[in-house]
């Protein structure tokens, strides 16, 4: 650790975890346990408005783990939800909305007390864009061990989850242990870093946490910016990914925004560019590109094509308001290949 960012010592990392076609084969399976937080998003009615100018909101489902697996059953596919959600209104809408979306919620388990389901209230606008997540108490850090343990992982082909579950604890020792258990049933481990510093105590807490989730999982998916608080500076980033490649992980997805993604794989080095849009919002980008990618891999499309379908996703989703009702199912993303004229050259 220097200065507040991430070095990933030798120590941690080895030989790979998965090989590739195993890691493959496991998506193929197109069903999914998806360890983390369902939450409420609110925007501000009509695109456009200022928070502060609003006076009508949209909700809808939010949590990174819950949108991601919205849109693998959007495309079709199998996604059960683990996490804890509030015992109240907000929870039980949360657990509605899942049910909206035919996300199983066989492994979410409802708390009293004072803890609380996350709250995003963002804008659906990119100048001046305003987001504020409520994160105090949060339900979804509740998440133990015994609720991990009560999954039956031989029932799914992988597992995913995003950075925010290893972020407090007992959610934190929860996700390492779906990750053994996951493991130990033949799971490929799909690992979004997703780094959001209001989430955790301290940088070098995120540092020490994040090594060891990225070095025991078997896809690894981030931004530059990401990959490069993991080096210790955003110079670094590019290299990090590809020693990820090189020691642990069988696909290292490294994602530049504008300039596309690098993705590291089985000695293989694959460069892809984005579907340029009109940008609605910043949100939900993430999210939906994973949801994309499984689920085109899942349909039988090689891993360039399903990182590019990815990433039309991603385009599809900055386009419209919300998250989880803005990413797209089959149809629509078919209909957006065939009319945008592509993606940019890497």
């Given amino acids: 650790m220097s200065n507040g960012k991430m070095v990933v010592s030798a120590s941690v990392m080895g030989s790979k975890n998965v ?16 360890v983390g937080r ?22 809808d489902l939010g949590g990174s783990s819950a949108n991601i697996a919205a849109g693998i059953c959007k495309f079709g596919g199998k996604a059960s939800l683990v996490t804890t959600v509030s015992d109240d209104s907000v929870g039980r809408f949360c657990l509605n909305r899942l049910d909206h979306y035919g996300v199983s919620r066989e492994y979410v388990r409802s708390i009293g007390g004072e803890f609380r389901n996350s709250l995003a209230l963002y804008e659906s606008r990119v100048e ?16 133990t061990l015994e ?95 590809r020693e990820l490649a090189e020691t642990s992980v069988s696909i290292v997805i490294y994602k530049m925004g504008e300039k596309g993604a690098i ?20 949100t939900g980008a993430g999210d939906s590109f994973m949801a994309g990618l499984m689920s085109s891999i899942a349909d039988g499309h090689d891993l360039r094509s399903g990182i590019l379908r990815g990433s039309a996703c991603a385009a599809i989703v900055v ?25 940019s050259k890497p």
């Fill in 19 to 34: 090989n590739i076609d195993t890691v493959i084969a496991g998506i193929k399976k197109n069903n999914f346990v998806v």
């Fill in 38 to 59: 369902a939450g409420m998003d609110l925007f501000p009615h009509p695109a456009g408005t200022k928070t502060e100018e609003a006076t009508d909101f949209k909700s």
């Fill in 128 to 143: 001046d864009h305003q987001s504020v997540i409520y994160r105090n108490g949060a339900a979804d850090f509740e998440m």
């Fill in 147 to 241: 609720d991990v343990e009560k999954v039956d992982y031989s029932k799914f082909g992988a597992l995913i989850t995003a950075g925010t579950v290893f972020a407090a604890e007992p959610s934190r020792s929860a996700a390492f242990r779906a990750f053994e258990l996951a493991k130990a049933a033949g799971l490929p481990v799909i690992f979004d870093v997703d780094y959001r510093p209001y989430s955790w105590p301290s940088a070098e807490v995120a540092a020490d946490v994040l090594s060891r989730a990225g070095a025991q999982s078997d896809v690894i998916v981030g931004n530059d910016e990401e990959f490069g608080f993991m080096a210790g500076g955003i110079e670094k980033g590019l290299a990090k990914a």
């Fill in 263 to 282: 993705t590291f794989a089985a000695d293989e080095k694959i460069e892809t560019g984005i579907y340029r849009v009109e940008a609605l919002k910043p």
């Fill in 319 to 343: 386009g419209k308001p919300g998250c989880a009702p803005a990413m797209p199912n089959n149809e629509q993303l078919e209909e957006f290949l065939s009319t945008h004229p592509g993606p």
